[in-house]
T-cell receptor
Framework: AQSVTQLGSHVSVSEGALVLLRCNYS??????LFWYVQYPNQGLQLLLK??????LVKGINGFEAEFKKSETSFHLTKPSAHMSDAAEYFC????????????FGAGTRLFVKA | KAGVTQTPRYLIKTRGQQVTLSCSPI?????VSWYQQTPGQGLQFLFE???????NKGNFPGRFSGRQFSNSRSEMNVSTLELGDSALYLC???????????FGPGTRLLVL
């Protein structure tokens, strides 16, 4: 069965500091991996996705993530946090195990301090 | 292209009532999925439809049902509402053969 674990329900960084949001997945087959961002009272917006083309994936708003198969990780990073990055971030895995469905992590709320 | 639209955006119902939520996917997208988001359970998969057929279903009781029409628009229905059904219901669409899902703004349902 597929699963996603996001380490840290809350992460706080200072503006301009590195953002690191952790995600580990469990999947018996090579998965599709995603990071989504959710702002208050809105739906989910796709930040980036991994589909086996390249292990380092660049997304929108300066975010990127690296797929590490040996560590079953897909951590999200951004070199310099901006106040507008404050939101909730979800890591997700989608595969064909048990039918096509997307499994989401519990989410990490990012706080950015001025 | 217009994004995924969901109607209504907000809804208040009482226990025992039923509710129907609507989702219009991005033009050309044939797959529609539904998710329930609550503070306690997070994002949980409800079901997925592709070309009017339910392709997959999550672990929800039979009170939750859905359907998809020939124009790919989808509805989900919840009968005999319970307080615990209060949640944000998100719809997502994707084109055939692509794994990326594009989400709508959601319908926030409050059951009193």
């Amino acid at each position: 069965a597929q699963s996603v674990t996001q380490l840290g329900s809350h992460v706080s960084v200072s503006e301009g500091a590195l953002v690191l949001l952790r995600c580990n997945y469990s999947s018996s087959v090579p998965p599709y991996l995603f990071w989504y961002v959710q702002y208050p009272n809105q739906g989910l917006q796709l930040l980036l996705k991994y589909t086996s083309a390249a292990t380092l994936v660049k997304g929108i708003n300066g975010f990127e993530a690296e797929f590490k198969k040996s560590e079953t990780s897909f951590h999200l990073t951004k070199p310099s946090a901006h106040m507008s990055d404050a939101a909730e971030y979800f890591c997700a895995v989608r595969g064909n195990t048990g039918g096509f469905k997307t499994i989401f992590g519990a989410g990490t709320r990012l706080f950015v301090k001025a | 292209k217009a994004g995924v639209t969901q109607t209504p955006r907000y809804l208040i119902k009482t226990r025992g009532q039923q509710v129907t939520l609507s989702c219009s996917p991005i033009s050309g997208h044939r797959s529609v999925s539904w998710y329930q988001q609550t503070p306690g359970q997070g994002l949980q998969f409800l079901f997925e439809y592709f070309s009017e057929t339910q392709r997959n279903k999550g672990n929800f009781p039979g009170r939750f049902s859905g359907r998809q029409f020939s124009n790919s628009r989808s509805e989900m229905n919840v009968s005999t509402l319970e307080l615990g059904d209060s949640a944000l219901y998100l719809c997502a669409s994707s084109p055939a053969g692509e794994e990326t899902q594009y989400f709508g703004p959601g319908t926030r349902l409050l059951v009193l």
